[in-house]
C-alpha cells in the first residue's frame, strides 16, 4: 500500500515515494540514490521518456512521476 505523499517528493514506479529538496533534485541523483545501473534502464517522467544524455540536467519537481524500466532480453 503507498503511504501518504512527503511534503516534497516524486513517485517512483507507482509504489514508492522519494523525497527531494524543496529546490528539485536531478534525474541522474534519483537513479543512484536507487542503486539503478543506467545503462539497462529506460526511464519516463510523466510519461515522457528521458534521453539518457540529459538525466544528469533533468530537475525532478515536488509531484513528478518516475516509472523505470528494464531491458528484457529474450527471443
Do not use: C, T
Not at 526511464?43 to 540529459?54: E, G, H, R, Y
Request: proline letters at 3%; zero cysteines.
Amino acid at each position: 500500500m503507498l503511504k501518504d505523499k512527503p511534503q516534497h517528493a516524486v513517485l517512483i514506479n507507482n509504489n514508492q515515494w522519494l523525497e527531494i529538496e524543496p529546490q528539485g533534485l536531478m534525474l541522474s541523483a534519483v537513479i543512484n540514490q536507487l542503486s539503478l545501473v543506467e545503462s539497462s534502464i529506460a526511464v519516463a517522467v510523466n510519461n515522457n521518456i528521458i534521453n539518457k544524455a540529459l538525466w544528469h540536467e533533468y530537475v525532478l519537481a515536488d509531484g513528478d512521476q518516475i516509472n523505470v524500466f528494464s531491458a528484457i532480453a529474450g527471443g
